[in-house]
């Protein structure tokens, strides 16, 4: 199994252009979830999905869409980039059985792709 | 205030000392508690988790945690030079989606 992999490692924009960062799972996991991280403060949820047609905000939704047409595929879209998303960015699959179970299943990180905005 | 807060270090240790590494919170209805190890330039591997209260022991690493001081710990004996990565804190209701994470702290094991 490859697990998360993420397309492309770097990638440099200018204000104003668009870009979809590509995401793939090959676990079979029905939770999907986009990240950002910023020096020194952690992770910060930007999306995440359920499964395939359904996709809900996180903390730091502005600026970016998603869309989950498969299980496996989770891209995420930045349209009119801005210098505030230079970042690294990941992507994050999970298997659960169900919000009210109260079990934590690992999240399953890929390797990050490293955005700048100038 | 954040809700997860975390020393971002350096911590720099020489190799086979104790280190310990901390988080605090401000939220109350977190129930499960995890530790995420990150390689430079790598996306983070969760290293272990614990639900509520208690210790966990899985090999030379501990988690603690005090709920009743909103502080959790992640000791590592007989730190190794691959030890040396970042260390994230991350924290969860017991039935949700969104992880908070601390800001990291970064670790550094000399030879």
């Known amino acids: 199994n490859a697990g998360v992999t993420q397309t492309p490692k770097f990638r440099i924009l200018k204000i104003g252009q668009s870009m979809t960062l590509q995401c793939a799972q090959d676990?079979?996991?029905?939770?999907m979830y986009w990240y950002r991280q910023d020096p020194g403060m952690g992770l910060k949820l930007i999306y995440y999905?359920?499964?395939?047609?359904?996709?809900d905000k996180g903390e730091v939704p502005n600026g970016y869409n998603v869309s989950r047409s498969t299980t496996e595929d989770f891209p995420l879209r930045l349209e009119l980039a801005a210098p505030s998303q230079t970042s690294v960015y990941f992507c994050?699959?999970?298997?659960?059985?169900?919000?009210?179970?109260?079990?934590?299943?690992?999240?399953?990180f890929g390797p990050g792709t490293r955005l700048t905005v100038l | 205030q954040k809700e997860v807060e975390q020393d971002p270090g350096p911590l720099s240790v020489p190799e086979g000392a104790i280190v310990s590494l901390n988080c605090t919170y401000s939220?109350?209805?977190?129930?499960?508690f995890m530790w995420y190890r990150q390689y430079s330039r790598k996306g983070p591997e969760l290293l272990m988790y614990t639900y509520s209260s208690g210790n966990k022991e899985d090999g030379r690493f501990t988690a603690q945690v005090d709920k009743s001081s909103k502080y959790i710990s992640l000791f590592i004996r007989d730190s190794q030079p691959s030890d040396s990565a970042t260390y994230l804190c991350a924290m969860r209701v017991r039935a949700g989606n969104m992880l908070t994470f601390g800001g990291g702290t970064r670790l550094m094991v000399k030879p």
């Open positions: 994050a699959s999970s298997y659960q059985t169900g919000m009210t179970s109260g079990a934590y299943n690992e999240q399953f």
């Open positions: 676990m079979n996991h029905n939770y």
């Open positions: 999905s359920v499964g395939a047609g359904i996709t």
């Open positions: 939220n109350s209805a977190f129930q499960y």
